[in-house]
């Protein structure tokens, strides 16, 4: 019998809905919010409300992309967390109305547990999905972790960061110079023009498996702030060696807390997840590291790095098959970890 879920993300400032038949991605639908361009970040406000407009037509569109009917679900997976609650409480009180109408379970899901499993999304059947155990560099705006996957139901965080995350030093550093919000995907595409050695940045000193980013963060500003006084048009000279020096020292700090889980666990199978992860620099580096020391990689697709309901619907899958299901009064949490 195959079993059919529709997966829900209202986590954030993207409303999706996603449909996974036995693994097998069927549809994802995503629909972004541009209205917080304007502010430099997200309005927890202004993103529920926009949810709420967004989530019966992405819903709906999703189930017609995959050529189903509503009553052709099997459960609904939710995001129950972490993530901005009122945008949260729109998915999960639409995913338990729908289940209560259709008579059929709803499942929860975390969040980052969805970007760690992102990676059992199967287009074709014959799509290669990892083997536990694998590490899993999990970096978006709100995280930066290293995972140990034993199971889809047995992760441990190895290491995390204690101030900022990797996706928020992107973003504050694109912010000084300028950039929109999110700021991640701007230096990203500055830093393939510009000279990564050009400009050196603080590096943290943190023992064990543990990330920081916010020294480099107040250096790269404090850089921006010695050189504006002399030349007002520095960072606009500069803004492709700004973003390829700092995009370089990101990379190297997360690729030496990852040398050192590799070293330490002896694991032999590496993938990343989270918005960062769609960073070109990020994904070259992995893959050469990887390629260097004979691990065998797993880069998701663009589309699936940063914030979709096709990982929440795999997540919600693997849940369901151990009949995890969740209360009608589950409410929804801003903070958790893996
Ligand atoms: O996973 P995500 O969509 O949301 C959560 O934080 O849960 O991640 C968003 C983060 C933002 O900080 C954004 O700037 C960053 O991912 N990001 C990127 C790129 N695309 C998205 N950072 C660097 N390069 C990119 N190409």
Known sequence: ???????????????????????????????????????????????????????????????????????DLDAIAFTRGPGLLGSLLVGTSFAKGMSLGLRIPIVDVNHLHGHVLSHFIRREPTDIVPEYPFLCLLISGGNSQIVLVRNYNDMEILGRTIDDAAG????????????????????????????????????????GLDYSFSGLKTSFMYTIRDNVKFDPDFVEKNIDDLAASLQATIIDILIDKLDKAVKQTGVKIIAIGGGVSANSGV????????????????????????????????????????????????????????
């Open 1 to 71: 019998m195959s079993i059919t879920i529709l997966g829900i993300e209202s986590s954030c400032d993207d409303t999706s809905a996603a449909v996974i038949r036995d693994g097998l991605l069927l549809s994802n639908v995503i629909a972004s919010q541009n209205v917080h361009e304007e502010y430099g970040g997200v309005v927890p406000e202004l993103a529920s409300r926009a949810h709420q407009q967004n989530i019966v037509p992405v819903v709906d569109t999703a189930l017609k992309r995959a050529g189903i009917k509503a009553s």
């Open 168 to 207: 928020e030093a992107f973003d504050k550093c694109a912010k000084v110079m300028g950039l929109p919000y999110p700021g991640g995907p701007h230096i990203d595409r500055h830093a393939s023009q510009g000279d990564p050695k050009r400009f050196k940045f603080a590096k943290p000193h943190i023992p």
């Open 283 to 338: 994904r070259n580096a992995v893959a050469e590291y990887c390629k260097r020391h004979n691990l065998q990689a797993f880069i998701p697709e663009r589309v699936f790095t940063t914030d979709n309901a096709a990982m929440v619907a795999i997540a919600g899958y693997y849940k369901f098959l151990d009949k995890k299901f969740c209360a009608y009064d589950a409410a929804p949490f801003a903070r958790v970890e893996v």
